[in-house]
């Protein structure tokens, strides 16, 4: 069975300054990893995405995620953040044969000016 | 292109009662997935269709149950509801046969159980 695990449920940044979210996963077949971020009272929405090829991925936002396979880990990063970022950040893994995803737990980033 | 709409977008309800929410997906998307999402289990996948059929089911009880018509628009049913079905039920479309494909969702549907 697949799962993911979000180490942090959450993080506190202030404006401008780097950030990391980390997310591990364990899957025993091949894996498509996904970011998506949640604002307050809406839907997810997609960050970015890894399927194969690069193991560096980015979004149109300036956030990026690195496929980690020796250390089954997808984090995501962003060098500069900004007030609106606040938002709950999901990792998830999706399971081909279900066409099913699986979330981790998810991590609230505060940024504060 | 139009995104995924979910009706109603708030609703209460009463223990044992039941509830039916309804999700269009994306002009030309033919298949669709629920999620459940709470605060202590998290997003949990429901069920998914494709083409009037239903695939894939998650581990919920047989309470909850769905359904998807010609149009791809799909509807969930929970029968007999019970407080911790409260929930945001989200539902993604998707849009072809690919496995890999990303899953857009829609705006969901906040579901207070009393």
């Known amino acids: 069975a697949q799962s993911v695990t979000q180490l942090d449920s959450q993080v506190p940044v202030f404006e401008e300054a780097p950030v990391e979210l980390r997310c591990n996963y364990s899957?025993?077949?091949?894996?498509?990893l996904f970011w998506y971020v949640q604002y307050p009272n809406q839907g997810l929405q997609l960050l970015l995405k890894?399927?194969?090829?690069?193991?560096l991925v980015e979004s149109i936002n300036g956030f990026e995620a690195e496929f980690n396979k020796s250390q089954t880990s997808f984090h995501l990063r962003k060098p500069s953040v900004h007030i609106s970022d606040t938002a709950e950040y999901f990792c998830?893994?999706?399971?081909?044969?279900?066409?099913?995803?699986?979330f981790g737990s998810g991590t609230r980033l505060q940024v504060q000016p | 292109k139009a995104g995924v709409t979910q009706t109603p977008r708030y609703l209460i309800k009463t223990r044992g009662q039941q509830v039916t929410l309804s999700c269009s997906p994306i002009s030309g998307h033919r298949s669709v997935s629920w999620y459940q999402q709470t605060p202590g289990q998290g997003l949990q996948f429901l069920f998914e269709y494709f083409s009037e059929t239903q695939r894939n089911k998650g581990n919920f009880p047989g309470r909850f149950s769905g359904r998807q018509f010609s149009n791809s628009r799909s509807e969930m049913n929970v029968s007999t509801l019970e407080l911790g079905d409260s929930a945001l039920y989200l539902c993604?479309?998707?849009?072809?046969?690919?496995?890999?494909?990303?899953?857009?969702f829609g705006p969901g549907t906040r579901l207070t159980v009393l």
């Open positions: 998830a893994v999706l399971d081909t044969g279900r066409r099913a995803l699986t």
């Open positions: 890894y399927l194969s090829g690069s193991t």
């Open positions: 993604a479309s998707i849009p072809g046969l690919a496995g890999y494909n990303e899953q857009f």
């Open positions: 899957s025993s077949v091949s894996v498509y």
